[in-house]
């Protein structure tokens, strides 16, 4: 307000404007101020890597999307419900793009949001679990209002350590009908069980993953693919 008062009143001197109306134009530049830097502080607090808008999503290329599914979600209706959305299908095809996409809306939103891999979360759970901080690193991923886990499946190495399963089923567990919880994957529901090492705890995660969640699978072709075959076509 400090910083428009000046020409605010000279732009009320020119129009006459009554004090009410000038007082208003102030408040209104002063919560629009207040909220751009609040969805700035979600956006970073989120870790999103990078910025991806739906606007930059090519729906004509990737048929395997249903662009008003798509829009619906991005209402962030489901969010309010404290119900989840995952993303499937093969590599290239637009998830994580989707999934990065709806995050940020979460963020302008002003929901509470955080991004990571699958990977990075389990490799700072088992952190937790070698230095006794667990819980405190458990809460990082359990009290976001809106929690992303992207690339799940994707790094087989993770197979290696058994208590996996254990971890991703407590972060599952419990933001279950406590939170929003967006995924995205490359593999199918039955080989998560041999991905994460315990296939009767995958069973119980998985039942609460799939429970209120929008399952979207995308079998269209990739994108990655496509633009290479151009760039060959043109060299």
Same mark, same amino acid.
């Given at each position: 307000?400090?910083? *428009?008062?000046?020409?605010?009143?000279?732009?009320? *001197? !020119?129009?006459?404007?009554?004090?009410?109306?000038?007082?208003?134009r102030?408040?209104?530049?002063?919560?629009?101020?207040?909220?751009?830097?609040?969805?700035?502080?979600?956006?970073?607090?989120?870790?999103?890597?990078?910025?991806?808008?739906? *606007?930059?999503?090519?729906?004509?290329?990737?048929?395997?999307?249903?662009?008003?599914?798509?829009?619906?979600?991005?209402?962030? &209706?489901? *969010?309010?419900?404290?119900?989840?959305?995952?993303?499937?299908?093969?590599?290239?095809?637009?998830?994580?793009?989707?999934?990065k996409?709806?995050?940020?809306?979460?963020?302008?939103?002003?929901?509470?949001?955080?991004?990571?891999?699958?990977?990075?979360?389990? !490799?700072?759970?088992?952190?937790?679990?070698?230095?006794?901080?667990?819980?405190?690193?458990?809460?990082?991923?359990?009290?976001?209002?809106?929690?992303?886990?992207? +690339?799940?499946?994707?790094?087989?190495l +993770? !197979?290696?350590?058994?208590?996996?399963?254990?971890?991703?089923?407590?972060?599952? &567990?419990?933001?279950?009908?406590?939170?929003?919880?967006?995924?995205?994957?490359?593999?199918?529901?039955?080989?998560?069980? &041999?991905?994460?090492? &315990?296939?009767v705890?995958?069973?119980?995660?998985v039942?609460?993953?799939?429970?209120?969640?929008?399952?979207?699978?995308? +079998?269209?072709?990739?994108?990655r693919?496509?633009?290479? !075959?151009?760039?060959?076509?043109?060299?």
């Open positions: 307000m400090a910083t *428009a008062l000046d020409e605010e009143l000279s732009r009320a *001197a !020119q129009d006459a404007t009554p004090a009410g109306e000038v007082l208003e102030l408040l209104a530049r002063e919560v629009e101020a207040l909220t751009e830097r609040r969805i700035q502080r979600r956006i970073k607090e989120s870790k999103l890597p990078e910025l991806k808008l739906l *606007a930059d999503f090519d729906f004509v290329f990737q048929t395997g999307v249903d662009k008003r599914q798509i829009m619906e979600l991005a209402r962030l &209706d489901f *969010a309010g419900r404290k119900q989840g959305v995952i993303l499937a299908g093969n590599s290239g095809t637009g998830k994580s793009h989707l999934a996409a709806l995050l940020l809306i979460g963020c302008q939103k002003n929901f509470r949001c955080r991004y990571t891999t699958a990977t990075a979360m389990l !490799q700072e759970l088992l952190s937790g679990l070698a230095d006794q901080s667990l819980e405190a690193k458990l809460k990082r991923f359990l009290s976001p209002e809106v929690l992303l886990i992207d +690339e799940v499946g994707f790094d087989r +993770e !197979q290696r350590e058994a208590r996996n399963a254990n971890l991703f089923h407590k972060v599952i &567990d419990g933001r279950y009908c406590k939170g929003s919880t967006i995924l995205t994957t490359n593999i199918d529901f039955e080989a998560l069980g &041999d991905y994460l090492g &315990d296939p705890i995958t069973a119980a995660t039942d609460r993953m799939v429970h209120h969640s929008t399952i979207i699978n995308i +079998e269209g072709p990739s994108w693919l496509h633009e290479s !075959q151009q760039l060959n076509a043109k060299q």
